[in-house]
């Protein structure tokens, strides 16, 4: 039976009233009711990551692209690792985390910047991010080739390494408590990264392996994510970003029947048909998303919308 016309309108668009010394959680409830758009999918996503947490059964993945680790973000990032059970991102996520793991200085920029002044000048442009090539790819490269020396020279070397355990050895060797790869390292949480050989990290490994006895096992992970979609009747995931880390979290998935808990955040269009764009609706079709799981698309950009979320999370 449809829903009758008192029930569709029984909730009111209230005001939100602004209050010296107003905490966070006082604003998301406010939030809850002031009928505002992308907002209201916010206060909806949050709802289901704190379900999702204290979901006992529900094995939960957190996916991101690499571009965000170069924003103060990737402090939001690693401390909300302990609150998932596996990571799935992109081959520059390492770049990045490593690089600024020893030092790299990334700066403030513009979006407007003039690109050709900047080259001449020895620095990259990430949006409205700046990186002095020598931040980046030499910091990336030194910090690089003395962890995996190490490695190498261990007693426990194997010669042949999948990504997650190649990446939890770089964790726990890494310093910096502020790092991605550390923290999933102390939590224990495996990092999944399908495009490891696109970037930096990537190149250096495949330096690497030309002159050492090393070998990259990319199977070994798909196979681990077979498992993990066998194994646990109830998955959840935050995915921020489409690509690769989003479509291995839907794709695996969609052999126990799809996820039970999903939250997207996004800021692309769904009307070019990329998976980006594409809302947690079109994954319901193709049987990656239960049709009664709890999820919502979260239309915005992640550097606003992240903090505000999983500081919500942080009060559970």
Same mark, same amino acid.
């Given at each position: 039976?449809?829903?009758?016309?008192?029930?569709?309108?029984?909730?009111?668009?209230?005001?939100?009233?602004?209050?010296?010394?107003?905490?966070?959680?006082?604003?998301?409830?406010?939030?809850?009711?002031?009928?505002?758009?992308?907002?209201?999918?916010?206060?909806?996503?949050? +709802?289901?990551?704190? #379900?999702? /947490? *204290?979901?006992?059964?529900?094995? !939960?993945?957190?996916? $991101?692209?690499?571009? @965000?680790?170069?924003?103060?973000?990737?402090?939001?990032?690693?401390?909300?690792?302990?609150?998932?059970?596996?990571?799935?991102?992109?081959?520059?996520?390492?770049?990045?985390?490593?690089?600024?793991?020893?030092?790299?200085?990334?700066?403030?920029?513009?979006?407007?910047?003039?690109?050709?002044?900047?080259?001449?000048?020895?620095?990259?442009?990430?949006?409205?991010?700046?990186?002095?090539?020598?931040?980046?790819?030499?910091?990336?490269?030194?910090?690089?080739?003395?962890?995996?020396?190490?490695?190498?020279?261990?007693?426990?070397?194997?010669?042949?390494?999948?990504?997650?355990?190649?990446?939890?050895?770089?964790?726990?060797?890494? +310093?910096?408590?502020? #790092?991605? /790869? *550390?923290?999933?390292?102390?939590? !224990?949480?495996?990092? $999944?990264?399908?495009? @490891?050989?696109?970037?930096?990290?990537?190149?250096?490994?495949?330096?690497?392996?030309?002159?050492?006895?090393?070998?990259?096992?990319?199977?070994?992970?798909?196979?681990?994510?077979?498992?993990?979609?066998?194994?646990?009747?109830?998955?959840?995931?935050?995915?921020?970003?489409?690509?690769?880390?989003?479509?291995?979290?839907?794709?695996?998935?969609?052999?126990?029947?799809?996820?039970?808990?999903?939250?997207?955040?996004?800021?692309?269009?769904?009307?070019?048909?990329?998976?980006?764009?594409?809302?947690?609706?079109?994954?319901?079709?193709?049987?990656?998303?239960?049709?009664?799981?709890?999820?919502?698309?979260?239309?915005?950009?992640?550097?606003?919308?992240?903090?505000?979320?999983?500081?919500?999370?942080?009060?559970?």
């Amino acid at each position: 039976m449809g829903q009758s016309k008192e029930s569709i309108l029984k909730k009111p668009v209230k005001d939100i009233r602004l209050k010296k010394g107003m905490r966070v959680s006082d604003l998301i409830s406010a939030m809850d009711s002031i009928g505002g758009f992308s907002a209201q999918h916010m206060v909806k996503g949050i +709802k289901i990551l704190k #379900s999702m /947490i *204290r979901d006992k059964d529900s094995f !939960n993945f957190l996916s $991101f692209p690499a571009d @965000i680790v170069s924003t103060g973000i990737r402090g939001i990032l690693a401390s909300s690792v302990k609150y998932f059970d596996a990571i799935i991102t992109t081959g520059g996520t390492l770049d990045h985390d490593l690089a600024r793991s020893i030092g790299g200085k990334y700066s403030l920029g513009s979006f407007n910047a003039d690109d050709s002044k900047l080259y001449k000048m020895g620095i990259y442009r990430l949006g409205n991010v700046f990186i002095e090539n020598r931040e980046y790819g030499q910091k990336l490269e030194d910090s690089f080739t003395a962890i995996m020396n190490d490695i190498y020279t261990s007693k426990d070397y194997k010669k042949e390494y999948s990504a997650s355990e190649l990446i939890y050895e770089f964790g726990r060797r890494v +310093k910096d408590p502020g #790092s991605i /790869i *550390r923290q999933a390292y102390l939590n !224990n949480v495996p990092i $999944f990264n399908p495009g @490891i050989l696109d970037g930096a990290f990537g190149t250096q490994l495949s330096i690497f392996a030309q002159d050492h006895d090393f070998k990259l096992n990319l199977i070994r992970d798909e196979l681990k994510l077979s498992d993990i979609s066998f194994d646990n009747k109830v998955t959840g995931a935050l995915m921020i970003g489409g690509g690769i880390s989003k479509h291995h979290v839907i794709w695996w998935n969609q052999f126990k029947g799809g996820l039970d808990y999903a939250v997207y955040i996004t800021t692309a269009t769904q009307f070019d048909g990329s998976l980006s764009g594409a809302r947690l609706t079109e994954a319901v079709s193709w049987g990656k998303i239960k049709a009664n799981a709890d999820y919502t698309t979260i239309d915005g950009d992640a550097t606003i919308i992240l903090p505000v979320m999983m500081s919500a999370i942080d009060m559970v």
